[in-house]
């Protein structure tokens, strides 16, 4: 009895696995009949969703978006002003003009923007020479030397190490994920 009772069993879980396989081969077969949407992945964007997000991670995440969309528009001039600069230094024959035309330009941005730039927090800043590098290619450092020599870029570089910046701070689209999704999504390119 037991052996007829083991050999039915085995049979009806075969026949149900059996029905099984042959309605989800069914449903598949008349799935693929229909119209079918074909999605290229590779252009498509990765987004995170919000809802897995703890409140800590959210609101470092609001903050940091606050912060590039204030900065944004300073990292660009920055590196218009820059651009025009160098075109101009180009075509400046001797270093005494040279220079002349760095302290003019200098003290032009000094009088437009020293205002604002002051009203910045240490996290504004910070987020600002990480976009400086993104916009021109160079880090504060370089620029500060380039313009205002070896001397004078150490100076600041000290001086901005006493409240946590360093001039030398790259932007890397690796590291710095965050940053270049919020330039994307909120399209300031």
């Known amino acids: 009895m037991d052996t007829f009772l083991k050999k ?4 009806s879980i075969t026949k149900i696995l059996g029905f099984c396989v042959l309605f989800f081969s069914f449903s598949l077969v008349s799935a693929q009949s229909k119209d079918t949407i074909f999605v290229d992945y590779e252009r498509l964007d990765a987004i995170e969703l919000s809802s897995g997000i703890d409140e800590e991670r959210r609101k470092q995440y609001m903050i940091l978006k606050r ?5 944004m528009p300073y990292a660009k001039m920055a590196a218009f002003k820059i651009r025009a600069m160098e075109d101009e230094l180009a075509t400046i024959k001797g270093r005494r003009a040279r220079n002349k035309y760095i302290r003019k330009c200098e003290k032009g941005l000094k009088a437009m923007y020293t205002e604002q730039l002051k009203k910045m927090t240490i996290g504004e800043g910070q987020v600002l020479m990480k976009l400086i590098h993104r916009e021109t290619g160079k880090t504060t450092w370089e620029i500060m030397k380039d313009y205002s020599g070896n001397a004078e870029a150490f100076f600041w570089q000290t001086f901005g190490s006493f409240w946590g910046h360093n001039l030398k701070r790259e932007f890397d689209p690796v590291v710095d994920y965050q940053i270049e999704h919020i330039i994307q999504v909120e399209k300031l390119e």
């Open 8 to 11: 039915n069993n085995q049979s």
């Open 67 to 71: 912060r590039v969309i204030k900065t």
